[in-house]
C-alpha cells in the first residue's frame, strides 16, 4: 500500500515537472517573439523616420534611391511609404514620394501671379536676357513668361509668336517688338488661346527659340499642365522651335497634371530658381538638360 503511495505520488510529481517545463518552453518562445516583435517595430519606427528625414531635405524621392539608401527592399519601402502617406505625413506618386500633393488643380492666372513672385521675377529676368536681337521667338502662356515680358526691351526688331493675350498686350508697349498673336477660343483662366486656328499658324512658323512655362515637372514623365488642349497646342510649338527654354520654378518640381507636353529629353534649357535640390539639378544635368538656377533677391529694408 505505501509502495502505491510513493508511485502515485512520484508519477504526480514528474507530470508537473513535465507541465511546467513545457509551460515554462511555450512562455520562452512567447517571450522570443515579442522581442522580436519589438526589434521589427523598433527597425520600422527608425526607418520611417530616415524616410522622412531624407524627403524633408529632398523635397521628392524615388523608391529605388530609398532602397539603396536604407538597404532595405523596395517592397519594404513602398509599405513604408503606404504607411506614411495613411498618416498624411507625405503623398506617393509613381516610383516614390514627396511631401507636397504632386498633382495640380487648374488655378487662375490672376491667383497664380501671385504665387512665387520672386522666383517667377528672377526666372523671367534671366530668360528675357536670352534672348538676341532680329530673333523670332514663341512665347507660351503663364504667369512666369508674362514676368519675363517685363524685362524684354530689344534694342533691334524681335518678333514674338505667343498664345497670352495678356503677354502680347504687354508686349505691344515697345515698338521694337512685333507681335504675332495666334488665334482660336480664349481660356479665361490663363487668358491663352486654344484650338486648330493657333495649330495652324505654328505649323507655318518657324522660330529660333521657344520660352515655355509648365504646371508640373516630373524627371521620369515630364513636364505637364492642367488643359489637354493647352498641352497639344505647347507640342506643336516644340516642333516649330529651335531650341526649348523652359521657366520652371521650384516649387513645381515633383509635380504632375492633366496634360503631358514632353519628356525632358525635347528640353534643351532649364531655368529655375535656387530653392531647387542639388539633387534635382544633378538629375537634370546627367538626362542632358542645361540648367540654370537663378539667385532671388530679398527686399532689403
Same mark, same amino acid.
Given at each position: 500500500?505505501?509502495?502505491?503511495?510513493?508511485?502515485?505520488?512520484?508519477?504526480?510529481?514528474?507530470?508537473?515537472?513535465?507541465?511546467?517545463?513545457?509551460?515554462?518552453?511555450?512562455?520562452?518562445?512567447?517571450?522570443?517573439?515579442?522581442?522580436?516583435?519589438?526589434?521589427?517595430?523598433?527597425?520600422?519606427?527608425?526607418?520611417?523616420?530616415?524616410?522622412?528625414?531624407?524627403?524633408?531635405?529632398?523635397?521628392?524621392?524615388?523608391?529605388?534611391?530609398?532602397?539603396?539608401?536604407?538597404?532595405?527592399?523596395?517592397?519594404?519601402?513602398?509599405?513604408?511609404?503606404?504607411?506614411?502617406?495613411?498618416?498624411?505625413?507625405?503623398?506617393?506618386?509613381?516610383?516614390?514620394?514627396?511631401?507636397?500633393?504632386?498633382? *495640380?488643380?487648374?488655378?487662375? *492666372?490672376?491667383?497664380?501671379?501671385? &504665387?512665387?513672385?520672386?522666383?517667377?521675377?528672377?526666372?523671367?529676368?534671366?530668360?528675357?536676357?536670352?534672348?538676341?536681337? $532680329?530673333?523670332?521667338?514663341?512665347?507660351?502662356?503663364?504667369?512666369?513668361?508674362?514676368?519675363?515680358?517685363?524685362?524684354?526691351?530689344?534694342?533691334?526688331?524681335?518678333?514674338?509668336?505667343?498664345?497670352?493675350?495678356?503677354?502680347?498686350?504687354?508686349?505691344?508697349?515697345? +515698338?521694337?517688338?512685333?507681335?504675332?498673336?495666334?488665334?482660336?477660343?480664349?481660356? +479665361?483662366?490663363?487668358?491663352?488661346?486654344?484650338?486648330?486656328?493657333?495649330?495652324?499658324?505654328?505649323?507655318?512658323?518657324?522660330?529660333?527659340?521657344?520660352?515655355?512655362?509648365?504646371?508640373? &515637372?516630373?524627371?521620369?514623365?515630364?513636364?505637364?499642365?492642367?488643359?489637354?488642349?493647352?498641352?497639344?497646342?505647347?507640342?506643336?510649338?516644340?516642333?516649330?522651335?529651335?531650341?526649348?527654354?523652359?521657366?520652371? $520654378?521650384?516649387?513645381?518640381?515633383?509635380?504632375?497634371?492633366?496634360?503631358?507636353?514632353?519628356?525632358?529629353?525635347?528640353?534643351?534649357?532649364?531655368?529655375? $530658381?535656387?530653392?531647387?535640390?542639388? $539633387?534635382? *539639378?544633378?538629375?537634370?544635368?546627367?538626362?542632358? *538638360?542645361?540648367?540654370?538656377?537663378?539667385?532671388?533677391?530679398?527686399?532689403?529694408?
Amino acid at each position: 500500500m505505501v509502495s502505491f503511495h510513493f508511485c502515485f505520488i512520484s508519477l504526480q510529481s514528474y507530470y508537473n515537472f513535465a507541465y511546467n517545463k513545457t509551460k515554462a518552453k511555450y512562455y520562452f518562445q512567447y517571450l522570443i517573439y515579442i522581442s522580436k516583435k519589438c526589434l521589427y517595430i523598433c527597425k520600422m519606427i527608425e526607418r520611417h523616420a530616415k524616410i522622412l528625414e531624407i524627403i524633408k531635405k529632398k523635397k521628392q524621392v524615388k523608391v529605388q534611391d530609398l532602397s539603396k539608401t536604407l538597404e532595405t527592399s523596395t517592397v519594404t519601402i513602398r509599405k513604408d511609404l503606404k504607411h506614411l502617406e495613411s498618416k498624411l505625413l507625405l503623398f506617393r506618386n509613381h516610383g516614390g514620394a514627396s511631401l507636397e500633393n504632386p498633382y *495640380v488643380n487648374d488655378k487662375s *492666372v490672376n491667383e497664380k501671379e501671385f &504665387i512665387h513672385t520672386k522666383e517667377k521675377l528672377a526666372i523671367g529676368k534671366f530668360a528675357a536676357g536670352c534672348i538676341e536681337d $532680329d530673333q523670332f521667338i514663341i512665347m507660351a502662356s503663364g504667369t512666369t513668361l508674362l514676368s519675363m515680358a517685363n524685362f524684354i526691351n530689344p534694342v533691334k526688331k524681335l518678333t514674338v509668336v505667343t498664345s497670352a493675350l495678356n503677354i502680347a498686350v504687354r508686349l505691344l508697349e515697345n +515698338p521694337n517688338i512685333e507681335v504675332l498673336q495666334l488665334g482660336g477660343y480664349i481660356r +479665361p483662366n490663363s487668358y491663352s488661346v486654344i484650338g486648330h486656328y493657333s495649330e495652324m499658324i505654328l505649323k507655318e512658323t518657324a522660330c529660333s527659340k521657344l520660352f515655355l512655362s509648365v504646371d508640373g &515637372i516630373d524627371l521620369d514623365y515630364g513636364l505637364t499642365t492642367t488643359n489637354a488642349l493647352e498641352a497639344h497646342l505647347n507640342q506643336i510649338m516644340i516642333e516649330s522651335a529651335k531650341e526649348v527654354i523652359a521657366l520652371i $520654378d521650384s516649387s513645381k518640381f515633383g509635380k504632375k497634371s492633366f496634360g503631358r507636353i514632353c519628356g525632358l529629353e525635347q528640353v534643351d534649357h532649364i531655368i529655375t $530658381d535656387s530653392n531647387i535640390s542639388e $539633387d534635382t *539639378v544633378k538629375k537634370l544635368r546627367l538626362l542632358g *538638360v542645361n540648367v540654370t538656377v537663378c539667385e532671388l533677391v530679398l527686399n532689403q529694408a
